[in-house]
């Protein structure tokens, strides 16, 4: 009888120390991936509105179909285009903690309830000296990603990519407006 009892409690020890040690794995599990989920999306948040912006930039790369401009004390990438016969501007800028983008006829207020919110962002700085766009997104934990877009087209303008387009009037503008962005 006492064997059995013996054999009884350490049955019930190792099933003991068994459950207890799956359970710590368990939370030691949630919390790896916990992690884990947070770094990707922070990953993602940073690579993907690089790119956004990279990708829209390199879209207008003329000489005269970019500018850094502000929206409400925020700054704000402003890329000239020509969409279904008619000239449009958009604009890229944060506020409220996300990057919007909106389009607008050339001289049209700037409204960011019509924009479109594209995804979280704490803040963006634009800079821009001659042909070097530098751009640096803060995600909502606070870390930057930096990115330099050189502008490849000097020469092209507008006009030059739409010939017989009526965007004339958009080459005798200033070439590309310098500003220092806002910090």
Same mark, same amino acid.
């Given at each position: 009888m006492r064997r059995h009892s013996l054999d009884l409690v350490v049955v019930v020890a190792l099933?003991?120390?068994?459950? !207890?040690?799956? *359970?710590?794995l368990c939370i030691i599990g949630a919390e790896v991936y916990r992690d884990t989920a947070e770094v990707m999306q922070n990953n993602y &948040?940073?690579?993907t509105s690089a790119l956004y912006v990279a990708e829209k930039v390199r879209q207008n790369d003329l000489s005269d179909a970019l500018r850094v401009d502000s929206v409400e004390g925020a700054p704000a990438l402003v890329l000239i285009e020509k @969409?279904? /016969?008619? &000239?449009?501007e958009t604009w890229l800028f944060v506020q409220d903690r996300t990057l919007y983008e /909106? *389009?607008?006829?050339? /001289?049209d207020?700037? #409204?960011?309830? $019509?924009c479109q919110p594209i995804m979280p962002m704490a803040s963006l700085v634009l800079k821009q000296d001659g042909p070097l766009v530098n751009a640096t997104f803060y995600t909502l934990d606070g870390q930057a !990603? #930096?990115?330099? $877009?050189? *502008?490849? !087209?000097q020469r092209g303008?507008?006009? #030059? @990519?739409?010939?017989g387009s009526g965007l004339e009037e958009l080459d005798s503008l200033a070439p590309i407006r310098r500003e220092g962005g806002v910090d």
């Open positions: 099933f003991f120390v068994y459950a !207890t040690s799956a *359970l710590f &948040n940073q690579r @969409r279904s /016969g008619q &000239n449009y /909106g *389009l607008f006829a050339p /001289g207020t700037v #409204d960011p309830k $019509l !990603t #930096d990115v330099n $877009l050189w *502008l490849r !087209t303008t507008v006009s #030059d @990519r739409y010939p």
